[in-house]
């Protein structure tokens, strides 16, 4: 299961309300209105299972919730609720197989952006490659080829944090 946490424009929250009240495949579905600060609107909360996040997402995405309010997607680690499990039952397929790529989508946009110590690594990198390839000394190559990875690897990698699918180009 996942959790929705919307910030909902007031003359949309009902519709809103109403549509995932009607999902078998969402739960715990609650509002609270004028909380939103910024943006401002009414908190809408939720929880879909996973195979029906994406249908839920593109239905606040023609709603125009990405652009006139606000959606961030958690991943739950538990919902031993009798209730939770009713609703997963009710959605059709495994959970495991689902894929949010709104969360995907989200994630690769976190961890596309340039650092400066990639870019200093990576001319570093071409530095030594361009200088060790006249010479052909392979120890040398694949020592770059090396260097180059792990500093990519160092400075592309960031901690797992919710989606935002608000944030989503």
């Known amino acids: 299961m996942m959790s ?3 910030i909902v424009p007031p003359d949309r929250t009902t519709a809103v309300v109403q549509h ?17 600060v910024r943006p401002a609107g009414d ?17 606040l995405r023609r709603e125009g919730l990405f652009t006139h309010g606000s959606v961030v997607l958690s ?6 609720s009798l209730n939770a499990r009713e609703v997963e039952r009710a959605a059709p397929g495994a959970p495991d197989d689902a894929i ?8 690769a946009y976190g961890e596309v952006r340039g650092s400066w110590s990639f870019y200093a690594f990576l001319t570093l990198a071409t530095a030594i490659a361009a200088d060790s390839a006249p ?6 190559l694949i020592t770059t080829i090396g260097l180059a990875a792990a500093a990519s690897a160092a400075t592309t990698t960031s901690p797992s944090t919710p989606a935002s699918a608000s944030n989503c180009r």
């Open 100 to 107: 949010v790529w709104d969360a995907v989508l989200d994630s």
């Open 75 to 80: 991943e739950l680690s538990a919902t031993p």
């Open 20 to 36: 995932l009240d009607a999902d078998e495949r969402a739960t715990n579905v609650a509002a609270l209105p004028g909380v939103g």
């Open 43 to 59: 908190l809408v909360q939720c929880e879909v299972t996973r195979e029906a996040v994406s249908d839920v997402l593109g239905w």
């Open 4 to 6: 929705l946490r919307l």
């Open 135 to 140: 010479a052909e000394s392979e120890v040398a």
